[in-house]
């Protein structure tokens, strides 16, 4: 329950500033979405021979999953299943949105290393972004490791400012946000309108 509220606030701070900085005007309709999803049978397959196991009990995952501009929390029941072969004990069904049964979905990684390898952004402005876009708040460790886990790397280094003035907006970021950061997210959003226009 104090985690819903923590996400409800930081969503209305986020907001807030937005609004404040003037870079979103539209954004009162932006609530996230709640979906529910389901795999729990009475019996699963192992994952690694797929002899079934039979049900334990239920487990409820809430996933932060994505959608156009929005972020979408996904409730999720799956099973815990007492294996009857011997490459394990149990284990658990997943849902399909996240495979990993994380705190993230598959398309919520998939964007993070989409925006990294493929757009060339820091984790930093991967970081903005995904906030911007999704409402959606990851660390810089956790966008470090799906990289990783996924093998690819990043097309600058994930420290890659451009060196002037590096140590200021550092500062500056410390206080809130730089301007050259407001910058970006104005010609960004600019950008996107257009291709939404098109
Ligand atoms: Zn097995």
């Known amino acids: 329950m104090s985690t819903s509220t923590r996400e409800q606030s930081s969503v209305v701070a986020n907001r807030t500033s937005r609004n404040g900085s003037g870079t979103v005007s539209a954004s009162s309709s932006r609530e996230s979405r709640q979906v529910y999803r389901s795999n729990a049978p009475r019996t699963f397959p192992c994952p690694d021979c ?79 972004r995904m906030n911007e876009d999704f409402l959606i708040t990851i660390s810089i460790g956790t966008i470090h490791n799906w990289l990783k886990e996924r093998g690819a790397s990043p097309a600058r280094p994930a420290s890659g400012r451009r060196s002037s003035g590096s140590s200021r907006s550092r500062q500056a970021s410390r206080n809130g946000q730089s301007s050259r950061q407001v910058q970006g997210g104005r010609r960004r959003g600019a950008k996107r309108s257009q291709r939404a226009a098109s």
């Not at 290393?113 to 402005?125: A, D, I, M, S, W």
Request: with cysteine; proline share 0%.
């Open 50 to 128: 797929s002899i079934r196991g039979r049900r334990v009990r239920k487990r409820i995952l809430e996933v932060i999953d994505l959608e156009l501009h929005n972020r979408v929390k996904i409730v999720g029941t799956v099973g815990v299943y007492k294996s009857k072969c011997d490459c394990c004990k149990y284990f658990t069904s997943e849902i399909r949105e996240a495979s990993k049964g994380t705190e993230y979905s598959n398309r919520v990684r998939d964007e993070v290393v989409r925006l990294v390898t493929e757009e060339n952004l820091t984790y930093e402005l991967v970081r903005e």
